[in-house]
């Protein structure tokens, strides 16, 4: 697998010709600065901090703790327009783990708080007034409320249970409960609204419970088998959010676009026997149906970042224990463009957001100009990246450019913090101080389980 050591567009260029692929190049970064129009409410650039669990709670309610403060100030001066916060779970145990955020009447004023020092902390570096979204989930069969897995499922799926051994088997979830579940997301949403969050999102991407959904084509009942029963939970919560919350507050959508289990298991998967192949219709169409409902931004991800980061974050070097990447990562970056490009086709005009561009360092603003230009997408996020380099926004449209000495390495080492659940998450290279000690805790618990676990 070829590491990142590219160090101009020219080698960029180069790099693509190599393996027969392309990618909009533009050295011209004032595109990237222009405002955009979302929906009646006017954003001053096209960059977006995607949403990166911290794991910090506070405490065992989910309130935000001074890490998780500090975290989004640090966002807000960085010059993003958009910051879409991490998610938090709508009910405890939907949590993917004991430090994940919740938002609940006991903490409103928590949340509250951050929003306003958020907001304040981009005025005060002069970035304007920036939107908030808040992600909303339930983590499903990667539940782990009290530290051990407790899986939610909406169906079994051979594929998952034989790559993630670790997961103990679980029945299907109730239609009665995926029923209170829609409670709960609507219920979560007015109270973002409450907290001052300009809109929330439905979490339906990597193996969690409303993606899973999406693909639950051999459960029984009004959530699966035909298409318009997998969708009903997605469609369900955005129709009840609609109802309750004022009518400038968005529901958008984090949507995956492909969930690859054989088919058919799996969202956006040929209907074919062997080793799963992407047919995009189904998700193309969904994007077209929410754009319908009111939907004001589509967010796009892929795959299942347990196992298969190559699709949705490609990355030099791989999570403890895991194996190199199957192919290039620029390959990673490539596919994940063309999706997006097909899901802007089918989105009738709503703004699509980008992603899987943190492996390109320093390269990223050309490509992200050269995107927006040819109409790939509207706007740009980063998510390691943000973690990494906050300020990035700011360099690109005050200074020209990223510092190499400050992107992202796509190490998988803040995405190792999550998994080993008992860190709180960050950069470990660009911010050690604080993040080497949360690494090295949760690669301690990690062996200490490893040593204990029967053989």
């Not at 001066?77 to 006991?106: C, D, K, N």
């Not at 304040?120 to 009290?146: D, K, N």
């Not at 490609?314 to 290039?328: H, S, T």
């Not at 089918?346 to 699509?352: F, I, L, N, R, S």
Request: hydrophobic content about 45%.
């Amino acid at each position: 697998m070829k590491k990142f050591d590219l160090k101009t567009e020219a080698e960029l260029e180069a790099e693509l010709a190599r393996l027969g692929a392309r990618l909009p190049v533009s050295a011209d970064f004032a595109v990237l600065g222009e405002p955009v129009e979302v929906a009646g409410r006017r954003l001053a650039n096209r960059f977006v901090v995607q949403p990166m669990e911290g794991v910090d709670a506070e405490d065992a309610g989910g309130a935000p703790g001074e890490l998780t403060f500090r975290r989004y100030r640090r966002f807000a001066a960085g010059g993003s327009a958009l910051i879409w916060f991490e998610s938090a779970a709508v009910v405890p145990e939907g949590r993917s783990g004991p430090r994940q955020l919740m938002l609940t009447p006991a903490n409103l004023d928590v949340w509250r708080r951050l929003v306003d020092e958020t907001r304040r902390a981009a005025r005060a570096e002069g970035c304007g007034e920036v939107a908030l979204i808040l992600q909303l989930t339930h983590s499903g069969r990667y539940s782990r409320p009290a530290g051990r897995p407790a899986p939610v499922v909406a169906q079994r799926i051979p594929a998952l249970e034989a790559a993630m051994p670790e997961l103990p088997a679980a029945e299907p979830v109730s239609d009665a409960e995926l029923a209170r579940l829609e409670e709960a997301f609507v219920a979560t949403a007015a109270l973002a609204e409450r907290a001052g969050f300009d809109g929330v999102d439905m979490k339906a991407v990597h193996g969690y419970l409303v993606a899973e959904l999406l693909g639950a084509r051999l459960r029984e009942g009004p959530y699966g088998g035909p298409y318009e029963n997998r969708t009903r939970f997605l469609k369900n919560c955005v129709a009840g959010m609609r109802q309750v919350l004022a009518r400038n507050t968005w529901v958008a959508s984090r949507l995956t676009v492909l969930e690859p289990s054989p088919f058919p298991y799996g969202w956006g998967v040929a209907e074919a026997e062997g080793p799963w192949r992407a047919d995009l219709a189904e998700p193309l169409r969904l994007v077209g149906e929410l754009s319908a409902l009111g939907v004001p931004l589509h967010n796009i991800s892929m795959g299942y970042p347990r196992f298969q980061p190559h699709l949705n974050r490609p990355y030099d070097r791989p999570l403890a224990g895991g194996p190199p990447a199957p192919e290039e990562p620029l390959l990673g970056v490539v596919r994940f463009q063309e999706a997006v490009r097909a899901v802007r086709l089918a989105a009738a005009g709503t703004p699509v957001i980008t992603a899987a561009l943190s492996w390109l360092r320093h390269l990223a603003p050309p490509v992200a100009a050269g995107l927006v230009r040819e109409g790939w997408c509207d706007l740009v996020g980063f998510g390691r990246s943000a973690f990494a380099y906050p300020e990035a926004p700011a360099d690109i449209l005050r200074h020209g450019g990223m510092v190499p000495e400050k992107c992202c390495v796509t190490c998988s080492m803040c995405s190792q913090i999550m998994k080993d659940l008992e860190g709180r998450g960050g950069c470990v290279v660009r911010d050690p101080e604080l993040y080497v000690p949360e690494y090295r805790k949760g690669r301690e618990a990690a062996k200490a389980r490893a040593q204990t676990r029967p053989a």
